[in-house]
């Protein structure tokens, strides 16, 4: 269990920096930067505890493999659209 914790976290931050070196300017301001390099260790850590309490001990690559969906899918929450809003044209 601690080298799937430790193997998520380090999954967590991978995705995160890559996320933001990606796409810088969809994550916006400092702050968003900030919330989005503690958001992915801490998804893929949660990820990873929910991977190990559904499938058990033995699934190691599994659970990995969880822990990298529920992070990919957090930080892509944070992500903000590109240029302006759209108006709907009933408005």
């Not at 601690?2 to 380090?10: D, H, K, N, P, Q």
């Not at 916006?28 to 991977?51: C, D």
């Amino acid at each position: 269990m601690l080298w799937e914790a430790l193997g998520s976290v380090l999954i967590g931050l991978a995705v995160s920096y890559a996320a933001l070196r990606w796409l810088p300017a969809r994550f916006g301001q400092i702050r968003s930067r900030g919330l989005a390099l503690s958001t992915g260790p801490g998804a893929a850590l949660f990820g990873a505890l929910l991977g190990h309490t559904v499938l058990g001990p033995g699934h190691t690559l599994a659970t990995l493999g969880v822990s990298l969906g529920v992070c990919v899918a957090l930080l892509s929450l944070l992500l903000r659209p590109t240029g302006r809003p759209r108006r709907s044209a009933t408005a």
